[in-house]
């Protein structure tokens, strides 16, 4: 007679059979788990039958454990057959759905430009950082402190004629010169200092193809024992040298009401002198209003237009131009 298998034994087989057809027929990790969690976990079906093994006769608890061995291992087997299946297709899916055809045409982005303005301040900046200074910003709604007292123009200096500005309801105004960033910087900052201080600047000028009322404007200054004349007219010329290259330059006797001496810069460029810059050395009440002791300390200080550049070295005819964002003029830079 040929040994017919116990009724724990006969379970055992079927759940192999069940189990391995589920987990054939599972089309995704998440269901591959819920069956594994269903015939191995703690709680699951291998062990639930397990549990009954007490209830066997001695002789058969051995034969019906190896049985209950090779069912586990076929699961376990099936399950991780099954996980490097899904596991591989999930990863072909991505790869397909990812896959860019480089036979197609891309999409086309034009690539911007510097806005002439940008490139004049980009450059000058690039010359004075390598001179060792260092670029410093204020803001553009100052106080009347800042844009005119502190720099020795009181109220009823006639000075303040040639820089009339927009005033705010709450006594504000529209910066007229980046001088005030100095002022406030020379506060924060002890002797020596050298700073570079570009930003728009404000003024009631009329319009016309070279005024504007809001422009751009980037001034120099430096402070420390024993600054000449002499070194400021050799920073200036060591930048515009840099800037437009080797020409002639011209030095003449000018007023700022926050220098003294003073002076205007001029550049012979094609043939004819043409003024670019202001220049001079810090006036002593400046130094003071600041907590400096002019006694000890001299400074020197210049500014420019950076719309003034532009025009030169693009050979603009109009400062309207750098203001209107027209496509034909903006991409020939």
Known sequence: MTNQPSSLEAQLLTLRQEGESAIAASDNLERLEELRVSYLGKKGQLGLLLRTMGKLSAEERPKVGAVANTVKEAIQTA??????S???????????????????????????????????????????????????????????????????????????????????????????????????FMEAEEPPIRIIAPGRVYRRDNVDSTHAAVFHQLELLAVDEGLTFTDLKGTIKE??????????????????????????????WNGRWLEVMGCGMVDPNVLKAVGYDPEVYTGFAAGFGVERFAMVLHQLDDIRRVYTSDLRFLRQF
């Open 79 to 84: 399950l991780e057959k099954q996980r490097e």
């Open 239 to 268: 930048f515009l040298q840099q800037m437009f290259g080797e020409l002639p330059i011209r030095f003449r006797a000018s007023y700022f009401p926050f220098t003294e001496p003073s002076a205007e810069v001029d550049l012979q």
């Open 86 to 184: 899904l596991e591989a297709a999930k990863i072909q899916a991505q790869l397909e759905a990812e896959t860019i055809d480089v036979t197609m045409p891309g999409i086309y982005r034009p690539q911007g430009r510097i806005h002439p303005l940008n490139g004049i301040i980009d450059r000058a900046l690039d010359i004075f950082v390598g001179l060792g200074y260092t670029v410093a910003s204020g803001p553009e709604m100052e106080t009347d402190y800042y844009n005119f007292e502190a720099l020795n123009t009181p109220l009823d200096h006639p000075a303040r004629d040639m820089q009339d500005t927009f005033y705010l309801p709450d006594g504000n105004l529209l910066r007229t010169h980046t001088s005030s960033v100095q002022i406030r």
